[in-house]
């Protein structure tokens, strides 16, 4: 099984929140990559962060922004 790290910096979080951000109606994975301009191979591992740090809300096969959230740090996760 091949593992990979995949760093996401605080202001590309910042950056997505803005761009998500114009999608009221929330956004699927492939609304949110057409919108970040990035291919799902990256762009759910980054929903997925946003999702863990309570950036987002997943449900059902729609994402929302929460209200209020906050990115912290520059953040690492392990993409699959």
Do not use: C, N
Not at 25 to 42: C, D, P, R, W
Not at 50 to 72: C, H
């Amino acid at each position: 099984m091949q593992r990979r790290t995949i760093l996401f910096h605080r202001q590309a979080i910042e950056g997505t929140k803005r761009r998500l951000a114009e999608a009221p109606g929330g956004f699927t994975a492939s609304e949110a990559g057409t919108l970040l301009g990035i291919s799902l191979k990256y762009g759910i591992p980054l929903l997925e962060r946003l999702d863990a740090l309570r950036i987002t809300r997943w449900v059902g096969d729609r994402r929302f922004l929460i209200r209020g959230s906050t990115a912290g740090r520059a953040t690492a996760i392990l993409a699959r």
